[in-house]
């Protein structure tokens, strides 16, 4: 069974830019979920998609959104970059239906964002 | 809001030893804890999950305790080896408005293994 794969894996932009990042979970997985993750921070949630609605939002500015299409894919953007916006992005993926507790998360590898 | 602490930060130990590793969190209202390992610049690898009505789970050298009344949970790890060196992170499955919710993550413990 393949697992969560990210796309890109690196990129590199400049301030001012826009950024998408996509993630393909695992299949039958209904539910993705973004992080980012810097050494500052730590790990942080950014949002939950559940059958192509949001379902939960962390507390990121209004430049950070994603959406899911009806495969299940998800792809999150983040306009105007900010220097402080470099990271780790990750993606998880889970069921998201049934038993909450026992609805493991998924990490793709990530992608690395660097705004120079 | 939910806090998630661990401690030690880092770690370092010498091969064959059997350690534990602590996390904290400040709210019982969770559904799970997870633990997960993270190598340098990869993602995240699920180890153990605990759902919020147990007591504790296994695998392999792996065991992990979570006692929700104190807010805490433990990381056991038996007969370490140097495969073994990582970030090990923890995390507890908040709800939220959906019937799952989100991870909040404690900063990890970079564990090494020495030979």
């Known amino acids: 069974k393949a697992g969560v794969t990210q796309t890109p894996r690196y990129l590199i932009k400049t301030r001012g830019q826009q950024v998408t990042l996509s993630c393909s979970p695992i299949s039958g997985h209904r539910s993705v979920s973004w992080y980012q993750q810097t050494p500052g921070q730590g790990l942080q949630f950014l949002f939950e998609?559940?059958?192509?609605?949001?379902?939960n939002k962390g507390n990121f500015p209004g430049r950070f959104s994603g959406r899911q299409f009806s495969n299940s894919r998800s792809e999150m953007n983040v306009s105007t970059l900010e220097l402080g916006d470099s990271a780790l992005y990750l993606c998880?993926?889970?069921f998201g239906y049934g038993t909450a507790s026992t609805d493991t998360q998924y990490f793709g590898p990530g992608t690395r964002l660097t705004v120079l | 809001k939910q806090e998630v602490t661990q401690i030690p930060a880092a770690l370092s130990v010498p091969e064959g030893e059997n350690l534990v590793l602590n996390c904290s969190f400040t709210?019982?209202?969770?559904?799970?804890l997870q633990w997960f390992r993270q190598d340098p610049g990869k993602g995240l690898t699920s180890l153990l999950l605990?759902?919020?009505s147990q007591r504790e789970q296994t695998s392999g050298r792996l065991n992990a305790s979570l006692d929700k009344s104190s807010g805490r949970s433990t990381l056991y790890i038996a007969a370490s080896q140097p495969g073994d060196s990582a970030t090990y992170l923890c995390?507890?499955?908040?709800w939220g408005s959906g019937n799952t919710g989100k991870l909040i993550f404690g900063q990890g413990t970079t564990l090494q293994v020495k030979p």
């Open positions: 998880a993926s889970s």
């Open positions: 995390a507890v499955g908040e």
């Open positions: 709210d019982s209202a969770i559904y799970n």
């Open positions: 605990i759902q919020s």
């Open positions: 998609y559940f059958s192509e609605t949001q379902r």
